[in-house]
């Protein structure tokens, strides 16, 4: 009987600290997406406030010469557009999707022209006066690619291959 009960306490402790560990875990997870879901949430309300957006559908970081932070919506008078936010200096481009190739076709144009095995991020910014889709891909041995998209007009500016 004695026996038992000593099981049932080693039992406990043994869960409990499982329990401590996880949460642990979780915890430290959790406060390093922080900085960029803190970053997100103040480009979303920034978006929302300067083009008077009803819902977000899309979020992306665009770390080349200059940061820019977009976010993809529909405004209240159901126009999809992109806003496009310089971190630095928080100026703010509204982009109607119509004056350009959306994202899901610049990942298309990749898909055609390079059977990428996989994508790794497509994201909008500015290049010089341009703004345009970086995309990131693995072809298919593997090799680190980049290509880079007009978003006016949708030709390839720029390729890096083979990294």
């Known amino acids: 009987m004695r026996h038992h009960r000593r099981f049932d306490w080693v039992k406990f402790l043994f869960i409990g600290g499982l329990i401590v560990l996880i949460i642990a875990a979780i915890g430290i997870y959790a406060k390093s997406l922080s900085p960029y879901q803190q970053l997100r949430d103040q480009a979303e309300k920034i978006a929302t406030n300067r083009a008077d957006l009803k819902t977000v559908n899309g ?5 080349r010469d200059k940061s820019y932070l977009t976010v993809a919506g529909q405004t209240k ?3 999809s557009v992109y806003v496009a936010i310089q971190k630095k200096t928080g100026k703010v481009t509204i982009l109607n999707q119509k004056s350009g190739i959306t994202r899901q076709k610049a990942i298309q144009q990749v898909t055609q022209t390079s059977a990428p095995k996989k994508i790794l991020n497509a994201s909008l910014g500015k290049r010089g006066s341009e703004f345009v889709w970086d995309i990131g891909y693995l072809s298919k041995s593997g090799k680190l690619n980049y290509v880079t998209y007009s978003f006016r007009s949708g030709e390839q500016l720029n390729a890096i291959k083979n990294l």
């Open 77 to 79: 008078k159901n126009q």
């Open 59 to 63: 979020f992306w970081w665009y770390n």
